[in-house]
């Protein structure tokens, strides 16, 4: 019972803490960059100048002898699905882990998705899908989508991006939208994550922590995987070595982001020490902009 009234403090604080931010992406126009599941039909009218003449519906024009035409809305339904990386390597963090501030970004996109109107769903994946909530409506939806982020008890510790997505991609049957929030530190993907963004819009959310990619000189330290277990010593105060190190993580870091470039998957990077409200309005920002052309 305890345990209960903590996570529902910790969802409420968490819509609290989110509130003003998803108030500026609804006023910023969050449905204008993301597309609905196509047209439909919505009425027909008469012809104004401008209009497109391939909406002409030349049988009512035939019978009234006057220029009408049919006129259609976007689709709306939108389903918005989260596919959340819950393996070990989520609870690395210097000062905040990595899967609590994934957990706050990622309830910031839900709440503007309901406000939206939109259908929400939740995927928690480790080393396969532990997790699989479909899309549903409303505010007490999402807030039980939070309150089951926050509670989960991974099965596993390990990651494989690769098959959790091919399982994803074998559930989705309709088009989505498809945030994939995870720190990519997985096995090759690029094949299901191919397939899944050939058939539905893709987001990948990077969760990065400043530790993992420079390590800071304080001596002898025993570092252990939280995924595998293995454990290795390591002497930080070998400039030489922080200085590799910092390379090697730059290059695997740029490697995956050209990855997502090449393949025209969005993607927003956030740090565990930094706010995402910034990285997440500039991915708005950006996104409108392609989006208005």
Known sequence: ???????????????????????????????????????????????????DIRTIDWKVTARFNHLFVKEFIEERDLRVYFAFDYSGSSSFGNTIEKKRKAIELTATLMFSAIRNNDNVGLFIFTDGIEKYVP??????????LVSTLISHNPESKKTNLKNSLADISNILKKRSILFIVSDFYSNEFLQPLTVLRNRHDIIA?????NREKNIPDI??????????????????????????????????????NALFKKHKVDSISIDTEQSYEIPLKKFFKTRQKRMAY
């Not at 009234?5 to 910023?28: F, M, P, R, W, Y």
């Not at 899309?135 to 039980?144: E, N, S, Y």
């Not at 959310?205 to 922590?209: A, T």
């Not at 001596?219 to 030489?240: A, C, F, R, V, Y």
């Open 1 to 51: 019972m305890q345990e209960t009234k903590e996570i529902i403090k910790q969802v409420k604080k968490i819509e609290i803490a989110t509130k003003n931010l998803v108030d500026g992406l609804i006023s910023g126009n969050y449905h204008s960059i993301f597309k609905g599941q196509g047209i439909e039909f919505s009425e027909i009218r008469e012809y104004k100048p401008g209009d």
């Open 135 to 144: 899309t549903r409506k409303g505010k007490k939806h999402v807030l039980k």
């Open 205 to 209: 959310i990077k969760v990065n922590d």
């Open 219 to 256: 001596g002898l330290i025993q570092l252990e995987d939280e995924e595998t277990g293995e454990q290795i010593l390591l002497d930080t105060s070998d400039k030489e070595f922080r200085k590799n190190y910092s390379e090697i993580m730059q290059k695997e870091n740029q490697k995956i």
